[in-house]
């Protein structure tokens, strides 16, 4: 979660306005935990890249198979500084 904050502002100070993710899809329960939880994050969902011949390219760029993700990095920075304030209160 850290590591995704940090790219997210590495990515706001460089200009960039779009962040993109792959929930990897290995596991069906695990990809659809990572695609809800993404999607209450504030990401949309673009496509799904599977197995097929037309996504070689795309499965090459991410490393695998999964549904791949895209938000605004301005809209997600205030969800995502709410996550981590919430978790380093509650320690």
Known sequence: LLF???CLLHGSENSCIDAEFLAIDDEDFQHR???RF???AGFKVIKYIGDDFQDIP???VWGGCG???RAKIDDLLPFWTMLLSRKSSSK
């Open 4 to 6: 995704g904050y940090q």
């Open 33 to 35: 935990r990572l695609v």
């Open 38 to 40: 993404y999607k209450y």
């Open 58 to 60: 795309a499965r090459m």
């Open 67 to 69: 549904t791949l993700m």
